[in-house]
């Protein structure tokens, strides 16, 4: 089904490719420069997950970040890691992929891995 383009959309879409990083609903309700309902930017982010335009991050604290997939790596999925500065509240999905062991009777099906520190522009 085909989805209009609306205002709202179009800010969204405009904050979160203008700063190139995975941002929380908090961050880019700041950045939009219309008048926009809190629920409504809510509803557009999640459409945007379903409809593979966005990956939803969930950090330790429970916070959510949306990031555009092509942030990330060309084949995208969702197990790999994220870094969240404490600094500067900015969530980037890391370019490198790192490996972790399990135990042999687990059997993964997906991931959520956020690594918390101080990022490079912080540091």
Avoid at 30 to 42: K, L
Avoid at 60 to 79: P, R, S
Avoid at 84 to 111: F, G
Wanted: with cysteine.
């Amino acid at each position: 089904m085909k989805r209009r383009n609306t205002p709202t959309k179009k800010a969204v879409l405009s904050v979160l490719t203008e700063t190139g990083k995975a941002m929380s609903q908090d961050a880019i309700e700041q950045r939009i420069s219309i008048d926009i309902n809190r629920a409504t930017i809510y509803r557009v982010l999640n459409r945007f997950c379903e409809d593979g335009i966005l990956h939803k991050i969930v950090a330790e604290n429970g916070k959510q970040y949306f990031a555009l997939y092509h942030d990330c790596n060309e084949q995208h999925n969702h197990d790999h890691f994220h870094f969240r500065c404490t600094k500067c509240e900015t969530m980037e999905c890391l370019p490198v992929e790192v490996n972790i062991a399990i135990p042999k009777e687990y059997q993964v099906e997906s991931m959520n891995c956020v690594i918390t520190g101080v990022c490079k522009d912080c540091s």
